[in-house]
């Protein structure tokens, strides 16, 4: 459990920006191969969704509109699991079709900055919403800085967060994510060190695994 643990929190912590082939010699050769020489218990077969998601989720994930195949599933973890806000590269938006509709009946919010998002953005952390911002460029808005680093203070035992001019409640539930169509954008260290950057470009590889499920489904008695 030890190894296999390791090996899950290095995926979601440093695996986001490489695509499927870089993801799956990182951890299942260069990382694996380390903790065994290093005599750290592991799991013989192990994979990274038995330990970071479940077949029900990924059921569910799949009946809001996100493919089945290893990598968008890793997309899926990615997505849910980080500590940090996902921020999606996405040119062929499926990430931001799935989060739209896995979101839908929580309230979410979808914005771009070129719009007036602020007054939404508040009420979403006040109220635990779900909020989008989607076709970004590879610059952020600076003016968000104190929710992508979850820049709370804890007053009279609730979390208070100062967004521009205004103090606001910070609800647990709240969840801000953000997409790009850009294939290949340039983010520096600064915006990488403020939110997860996901790769879910999809690969000539990861395009044939969903195409072959597609035909299961449909050749399936």
């Not at 169509?181 to 950057?197: C, F, Q």
Request: charged share 20%; aromatic share 10%; glycine share 6%.
């Amino acid at each position: 459990l030890v190894g296999d643990c390791l090996l899950c929190s290095a995926f979601v912590s440093y695996a986001g920006p490489f695509n499927h082939g870089f993801r799956t010699e990182m951890v299942y050769s260069c990382w694996a191969q380390h903790i065994v020489e290093k005599e750290i218990e592991l799991t013989a077969d192990f994979k990274l969704q038995t330990l970071l998601t479940s077949d029900v989720e990924i059921a569910a994930w799949g009946g809001n509109g996100l493919p089945s195949d290893e990598l968008c599933v890793q997309n899926g973890i990615l997505v849910t699991k980080s500590s940090r806000w996902p921020l999606c590269v996405d040119p062929q938006m499926q990430i931001v079709t799935w989060i739209k509709k896995k979101e839908e009946k929580a309230g979410l919010t979808v914005k771009t900055f070129n719009d007036d998002y602020i007054k939404f953005l508040e009420l979403s952390i006040q109220y635990g919403k779900p909020f989008l911002f989607e076709n970004l460029d590879e610059e952020l808005d600076p003016m968000i800085d104190p929710v992508l680093e979850k820049r709370y203070v804890i007053v009279n035992g609730q979390k208070m967060i100062t967004l521009g001019d205004n103090k606001l409640e910070w609800s647990d539930t709240f969840m801000l994510m953000m997409t790009t169509k850009l294939s290949n954008p340039k983010y520096t260290p600064e915006v990488m060190g403020k939110a997860s950057i996901v790769n879910c470009v999809i690969t000539l590889e990861g395009l044939a695994a969903q195409l072959l499920n597609v035909v299961v489904g449909f050749e399936r008695p």
